[in-house]
């Protein structure tokens, strides 16, 4: 298949672009970052500027467009909430217009965190209610992509892995604070189920092969603190424990709020592809042998261009 990855310089764009570039010709856009990979075709584009969508589309004449391309940091959307609503909202309306004029098929990657995170354990049945402009807008993406092209499988995920810079998940935060013996705080009241960027690329990809579309969670199948969640990468790593500190999201001083239980329901995706996605525990497990096999480093001379 030839595949369009939005946003390739990100971290799920990059581990996906990586991942998918071992079975098929893949195309991968990037704003500010410069790739260099013979993994992959980079193609650079703003996607909020009139016809970068259309070009990029014309470039890589994709059977697969996976949208990953977002604004995805939550203080920056409580910054630039007219930007977190061109990139979020009208960019994935736009890309699956044309996606379904042209005949391919579409995954649009939203979030867990369009829930208010009150009771957990949400279905796709469930009514959304974002607390933040990023869950806003990303809310809106999804209606957007919904209406343009139903066709679309749009997928709220939520993810760690090894990234670009080093530092955009959570996991490469507690790595980079563990591994320094920084001690930190572990949130105990925030739940999630993140799965391995790598390993959600490929249930992406699965869901392409089968020929899903709508609305689905692909996430974990199980959920965990982030406190826990620290603890489980430290063990793994063979850090000290003792440095992470059990504390609340209140004392975190964050601006944009959080949603506490995010645990999401994988239900209707096990049903559709008779299997379970990874557990966190097989995700840090295979985070750590990416860690072993010099994957990071590999990941950052892509930026370098060494
Ligand atoms: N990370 C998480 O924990 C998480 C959790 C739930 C859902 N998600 C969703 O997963 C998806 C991927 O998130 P991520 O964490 O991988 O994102 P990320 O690391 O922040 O990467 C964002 C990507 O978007 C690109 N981009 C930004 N502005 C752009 C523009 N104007 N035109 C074209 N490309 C642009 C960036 O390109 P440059 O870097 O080259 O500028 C980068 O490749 C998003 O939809 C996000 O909402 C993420």
């Known amino acids: 298949m030839r595949i369009l990855v939005t946003g390739a310089s990100g971290l799920l764009g990059l581990n996906l672009a990586l991942e998918a570039s071992r079975q098929h010709t893949v195309y991968g856009t990037v704003k500010d970052h410069s790739l260099h990979t013979d993994a992959f075709n980079v193609l650079q584009a703003d996607l909020t500027v009139p016809g970068a969508i259309e070009r990029v ?19 920056a959307c409580e910054a630039d909430p007219v930007l977190a609503h061109q990139l979020n909202s009208e960019v994935p309306g736009k890309l699956a217009e044309h996606v379904a004029r042209g005949g391919a098929r579409l995954v ?8 208010d995170g009150q009771r957990g354990g949400y279905s ?7 607390l933040s402009v990023y869950a806003r807008s990303k809310l809106e993406g999804e209606r957007a992509v919904a209406l343009a092209n139903p066709q679309a499988i749009v997928a709220r995920v939520n ?12 996991a490469e935060w507690f790595y980079n604070n563990l591994s320094a013996g920084r001690q930190v705080m572990g949130f105990t009241d925030v739940f999630f189920c993140p799965l391995l960027a790598n390993d959600l690329a490929w249930l992406l990809l699965l869901m392409l092969e089968n020929g899903l579309s709508g609305l689905y969670h692909v996430v974990a199948s199980d959920c965990t603190s982030k406190y826990a969640f620290g603890l489980a990468l430290a063990r793994r790593f063979g850090f000290d ?39 966190i525990d097989a995700g840090l497990a295979r985070f750590y042998s990416l860690f072993v096999d010099d994957y990071p480093a590999r990941l950052h001379a892509l930026a370098a261009g060494k």
């Open 159 to 170: 993810l760690f892995g090894w990234s670009l810079g080093g530092k955009r998940s959570l």
């Open 241 to 279: 424990e003792n440095l992470i500190t059990p504390a609340s999201v209140e004392q975190g001083g964050l601006q944009a709020a959080r949603s506490p239980h995010l645990t999401l329901k994988a239900d209707k995706l096990i049903a559709a592809l008779g299997e379970k996605p990874p557990s």
């Open 57 to 75: 589309l014309e470039q890589s004449q994709p059977d697969w467009v996976i949208h990953c391309a977002a604004l995805a940091v939550l203080e």
């Open 124 to 130: 796709e049945a469930d009514q959304p209610n974002p």
């Open 108 to 115: 649009h990657i939203s979030t867990d965190a369009v829930f």
